[in-house]
Nanobody
Framework: DVQLQASGGGMVKSGGSLRLSCVVS????????IAWFRQAPGKEREGLAC????????WYGDSVKERFTISSENDKNTVYLEMNSLKSEDTAVYYC?????????????????????WGQGTQVTVSS
């Protein structure tokens, strides 16, 4: 079975940084899209960033562009989300997801239903 294990969440003060990790097992890492989403209470799941593991192409949501960076270490089947300049509104449960996206990636990467596999989520809490 494909499994995703997200880690790295925690509590941080506003303006601080965190790095989330997502280890993906039993999946063809080189031909997929791996993305980070988040969901705050009462809100829809929001796509934050996606990386195409075959060539490292990336896409970002407007709310995190310039603050968050997605990267991957394909030999470790791991995708990271470096989060800087965190704000209280970044408080949410963060999820990683994997899937074989269809073209054009720029139009579909942020849709949760494009992903077949999800990690368990990791809580990020930013205090003001």
């Amino acid at each position: 079975d494909v499994q995703l294990q997200a880690s790295g969440g925690g509590m941080v003060k506003s303006g601080g940084s965190l790095r989330l990790s997502c280890v993906v097992s039993a999946f063809t890492f080189g031909t997929s899209g791996i993305a980070w989403f988040r969901q705050a209470p009462g809100k829809e799941r929001e796509g934050l960033a996606c990386i195409r593991t075959s060539d490292g192409a990336t896409w970002y949501g407007d709310s995190v562009k310039e603050r968050f960076t997605i990267s991957s270490e394909n030999d470790k089947n791991t995708v990271y989300l470096e989060m800087n300049s965190l704000k209280s509104e970044d408080t949410a449960v963060y999820y990683c997801a994997a899937g074989e996206l269809i073209l054009p990636w720029a139009s579909v990467w942020s849709a949760p239903n494009e992903y077949d596999y999800w990690g368990q989520g990791t809580q990020v809490t930013v205090s003001s």
